[in-house]
């Protein structure tokens, strides 16, 4: 079942507590336990928040939580795939269930108000400054990992098995799951039987679980385009050939390969998210390049965008007689898979949260165009399982669908969860969904 903003919003604000535990069994961690951690979860994500750090580029984060879990008495590796944290907890027989969370921030200059707000600067790939933020919510990611490890920890008279948590890399570039997993994740440690992240969501309430079972996240291509003109004075443009006004026509032709050649039934994304060419007003440049992001969820819709792709700009260049055909890299680095959940591991853990946190903070939502390295995960055989929580109060929602202006997204310079509900929510669900995983059936 899908459920538009509205009724989530009347499902949320219809829910006024979260269910007591009671009995012997600890299937999930109680209000009051949740509680008694917040303080010090809250002010290690104001601390994450004010210092996000690029992609491969987390020393001071990986450093935070590598320090936390060891702490918690994880056995504890760093510099997994460059930067990435593998911290394990042997407690007897049973299985091993990896928690994933993400570290990096990325690089855009933060407008969110906050009185904590990132200040923070780093290098982007070409080496050039650039104001960092987590506006992806990784902070919140992580924060809500690490009271989950402390509840875990502190509780390993209720479980058994092994808990394996990760913290990586460069979710951003897209290539961090892989460098930790080309780097022995699933040989140098316990090869879990169970892959886990949690991810924040802008179209839910606060607090509010989603989950999809299958392909959820879509797959995602890095392409570079490199437009070549003919430069020359700004007055004389009958003896150049404008790169920028043929670069300017080639967005344009991409936009019809979503509406008049794919099947509106297979989603498609084409955004081109940087162009940059030129030096002044007064002189028309030789070259213009373009960054894109492409996203698919099939083999064959991919192989078809980014053929057609490569065709309009060699068309639209030719009509323009430039100089030689434009440079379409498609690059490999920058790509990322299907995020599919497993069906059975899904439904199954969205049986323990309803149960867990009750029905009404428990949603099935649909799939989405946006992608992540996760992915890999599962491809390297493990089953895996994506969940979503709601990071925008319910009102804010209520307004959006009233106005119709959409709330800020992940992404955004304006991105802030929701922050005490949404790390609470997030504690809750993942110490929910390792403890179903390590319960004996």
Known sequence: ????????????????????????????PTQAEIDAIYPEIDAFYIDLHRNPELAFQEVRTSAKLAAWMKALGFEVTTG????????????????????RTEMDGLPVAEKTGLPF??????????????PVMHACGHDMHMSAWAGTARL????????????????????????????????????????????????DDDTMPSGVIGYHPGDFRSMSDA?????????????????????????????LGWQTI?????NPVEPVVITVGSIHGG???????????????????????????????????????????????????????????????????????????????????VMEMPAKMTSEDFAQYGLAGVPSVLLHIGAVPADKLAKAEETGIP????????????????????????TTELLELFRAR
């Open 407 to 430: 709330v800020p997204a992940p992404h955004s310079p304006e991105w802030a969860p929701d922050r005490e509900p949404t790390i609470k929510g997030g504690i809750r669900a993942e």
């Open 223 to 251: 392409v570079v385009v490199t437009v070549y003109g003919r430069g020359g004075h700004a007055a004389m443009p009958h003896h150049t050939v404008d790169p920028i006004v043929l670069a300017a026509r080639i967005v």
């Open 279 to 361: 030096t002044q007003g007064n002189v028309i440049s030789d070259e213009v390049k373009m960054q894109l992001s492409v996203r698919t969820y099939t083999a064959a819709v991919r192989k078809r965008t980014l053929a057609a792709i490569a065709r309009v700009a060699r068309g639209e260049a030719e009509a323009a007689g430039a100089p030689k055909a434009p440079l379409v890299d498609v690059r490999a680095s920058g790509g990322t898979a299907v995020v599919h959940n497993d069906p059975a591991v899904t439904l199954r853990l969205a049986t323990a949260l309803k149960k867990g946190m009750g029905e009404k903070y």
């Open 80 to 99: 997994v795939g460059r930067t990435g944290v593998v911290a394990v907890l042997k407690n007897g027989p049973g299985p091993t269930v990896m928690l």
């Open 117 to 130: 707000a990132s200040k923070a600067m780093g290098k982007n790939a070409a080496g050039e400054p650039t």
């Open 258 to 262: 979503v509406s008049r050649e794919n």
């Open 152 to 199: 875990m920890a502190e509780h390993r008279d209720r479980w058994h098995g092994t808990l394996m948590m990760i913290g990586q890399p460069a979710e951003e570039g897209g290539n961090g799951a892989d460098a930790m997993l080309k780097d022995g994740l699933f040989t140098r440690f316990p090869r879990p039987d169970f892959a886990l992240s949690l991810h």
């Open 1 to 28: 079942m899908t459920l538009s903003n509205t009724l989530a919003v009347a499902l949320f604000v219809a829910a006024s507590t979260l269910p007591a535990q009671s009995g012997a069994a600890w299937t999930t």
